[in-house]
C-alpha cells in the first residue's frame, strides 16, 4: 500500500519519520509464540501479533498498565511453576537486532531533513533493544534522529489518529512537510489520513535505502551509500 505516488515530492518535505520495528530493526514475532507455547501459553499468536494484537498489548504500548501488571497477567497464562524471568525473556524473544549498514543512510538522511522515530513499542522492549543497541553502536543510533518517540510515553499509538497529531503538536512537525515509512499498512493509512506522506515499506523485498532511491531522493542514487 502506498498512499502517494511515485517519486516523492522531495521539495516540501522537511520532517521523515521512521518507523523502528521492521523498518529499522529485525523482529520475529513467531519466536515469542514459540517460546510462550514452551510456557504452556498456546496460540500467544493471537495477543500479539504483526499489525493485530489484544486490548492488554494496546495497553502496554499506551502506558496505561505497568510493566508488572502485563507480566504478572502472562504469567498468569503460563505454566504453574513459570518464573517472572522466564516470562520477560520470552516476551522479548520478538527481538531480533538492528537491521545492518543503516547507520550511513541514516546519517545521510539527518542531513537533509528533520529526522525522527515513531514507534509503537513498550517500556519493557524499549529497555531491551536500547541496551542492545547502546552495546553494539554506542549512541550513533540515537543520534541521528531528532527525537524518538515511543507510544507508551507519548500514551497513544499508531494507526490511531490522535497518535499522529501529537506527534505534530509536541514535536512541530508540519503534516504537509511530513514523510512517515511504515511496514504496516494500518499505520501508513493512519498517517495518511492525518495528511502525512505515507509509504509502505515492505523490508522483506528490499532495503530502506533502496526504497528511497525509488522515491526518488537523487542525493542517495549519486552518493552509492
Known amino acids: 500500500m502506498q498512499s502517494k505516488p511515485l517519486p516523492i515530492d522531495w521539495a516540501s518535505i522537511r520532517h521523515v519519520v521512521l518507523d523502528f520495528g521492521g523498518v529499522l530493526y529485525k523482529i520475529n514475532h513467531q519466536a515469542t509464540t514459540n517460546a510462550f507455547s514452551k510456557l504452556g501459553l498456546n496460540h500467544f499468536d493471537s495477543l500479539y501479533s504483526h499489525g493485530a494484537q489484544s486490548n492488554l498489548m494496546d495497553d ?48 545521510q538522511l539527518a542531513n537533509q531533513f528533520d529526522l525522527i522515530l515513531f514507534s509503537n513499542t513498550n517500556a519493557l522492549h524499549a529497555a531491551h533493544f536500547e ?78 535505502e533502496n526504497l528511497f532511491i525509488q522515491l526518488g531522493l537523487e542525493s542517495l542514487s549519486s552518493t552509492g551509500i
Do not use: M
Open 60 to 107: 502496554l504500548e499506551c502506558g496505561r498498565v505497568t510493566q508488572k501488571e502485563f507480566i504478572l497477567t502472562l504469567k498468569s497464562l503460563c505454566h504453574a511453576n513459570t518464573t517472572v524471568d522466564e516470562v520477560t525473556k520470552a516476551w522479548n524473544s520478538v527481538l531480533i537486532g538492528l537491521r545492518p549498514n543503516l547507520l550511513p543512510l541514516l546519517n
Open 131 to 208: 541496551k542492545q543497541i547502546l552495546h553494539k553502536n554506542g549512541k550513533a543510533f540515537q543520534g541521528a534522529f531528532r527525537q524518538i518517540i515511543y507510544s507508551h510515553l507519548l500514551g497513544h499509538r499508531k494507526p490511531d489518529l490522535i497518535a499522529y497529531q501529537e506527534v505534530e503538536r509536541q514535536f512541530g512537525l508540519s503534516p504537509k512537510a511530513t514523510l512517515f515509512i511504515d511496514d504496516t499498512p494500518s499505520n501508513v493509512q493512519g498517517a495518511s489520513n492525518a495528511g502525512w506522506t505515507a509509504v509502505h515499506h515492505q523490508p522483506e523485498h528490499f532495503s530502506l
